[in-house]
């Protein structure tokens, strides 16, 4: 059974920065077929993949979203089975409720689109006011 915990998001002053972190119990996050990925949501606003990780086929690969690329790192440490979200250079516009996901299925999917995934941690909100 596979369980994502997502922590570290906070409120914070334009400019600064925030990293989240996702425990993954449950998730073989050194399997050579897997896509974890951030994403996040804002009211009124429609989920936005903000970054993802890969690794299949022996080639490992991070994906970001357009308006976080400079700002946003993707990481993760298998030995802790966390994924984690550096976000610096934080926009108002950041604001919103960040969610973990991750796939437990083998195959290519597009890793920034909601759909590709099929568990979801229960978000931690980030404010950048």
């Known amino acids: 059974h596979v369980q994502l915990v997502e922590s570290g998001g906070g409120s914070v002053q334009p400019g600064g920065s925030l990293r989240l972190s996702c425990v993954a119990s449950?998730?073989?996050?050194?399997?050579?077929?897997?896509?974890m990925g951030w994403f996040r949501q804002a009211p009124g606003k429609a989920r936005e993949g903000v970054a993802a990780?890969?690794?299949?086929?022996?080639?490992?690969?991070?994906f970001y979203g357009d308006s976080v690329k400079g700002r946003f790192t993707i990481s993760h440490d298998n030995d802790k089975h966390s994924l984690y979200l550096q976000m610096d250079a934080l926009l108002p516009e950041d604001t919103g409720t960040y969610y973990c996901?991750?796939?437990?299925?083998?195959?290519?999917?597009?890793?920034?689109?909601?759909?590709?995934?099929?568990?979801w941690g229960q978000g931690t909100q980030v404010t950048v006011s």
């Open positions: 449950g998730y073989r996050m050194y399997a050579s077929d897997y896509c």
């Open positions: 990780n890969f690794n299949r086929l022996s080639v490992n690969k991070s």
């Open positions: 996901a991750a796939r437990s299925q083998p195959g290519a999917v597009p890793p920034l689109v909601g759909t590709s995934y099929n568990r």
